[in-house]
């Protein structure tokens, strides 16, 4: 048999061997912990008074906040003046006649919907200031707002 063939089988072998060992060992140095933990985990009980169990998923690390960037002004590029063209007149602007404001009465419906506007707008900064999800308020702001601008239109 080839010398190559019989150094790839002892290799295995060999790995397999440190594969089982470490396994082993890992195992029971699980052990260890878990049992420290049950010694911690009583401890706490016992003299505080506090039951804490086993997270079922680990705390993620908080994230350090990166340094801001210093801020360099940009470097204005020199801009290149066209002359206008002369033979080009610009068509005679007609006057512009003043138009009335349209009076627009408010509808019944258009008071309920600012009701409904200030209430969502107090649910967004409370939601802001908890720190919690806003989308689906935000959301709903526009939708009520969009009701609004219909209903005033009609």
Known sequence: MSTT???????????LKLRSQA????????????????????ELLEDFGEKVS???????????????LPVVPPVAAPVAVRPAPAAIKA???QPKLPIAPVARKLVPASSELRKKLEAQNKKLAAAKAAGKPTKAIEDRIY????DIRVAQSA
Do not use: G, T
Not at 5 to 15: G, H, T
Not at 57 to 66: G, N, R, S, T, V
């Open 5 to 15: 063939l019989n150094q790839y089988r002892e290799a295995k072998q060999n790995w």
């Open 91 to 93: 068509p005679p602007s």
């Open 23 to 42: 396994k082993k060992e890992l195992v029971a140095r699980f052990h260890e912990v878990a049992a420290e933990l049950l010694q911690i985990q009583k």
């Open 143 to 146: 939708e009520i707002e969009d």
């Open 54 to 68: 086993m997270p079922l998923k680990p705390k993620k690390p908080i994230a350090k906040k990166a340094a801001p």
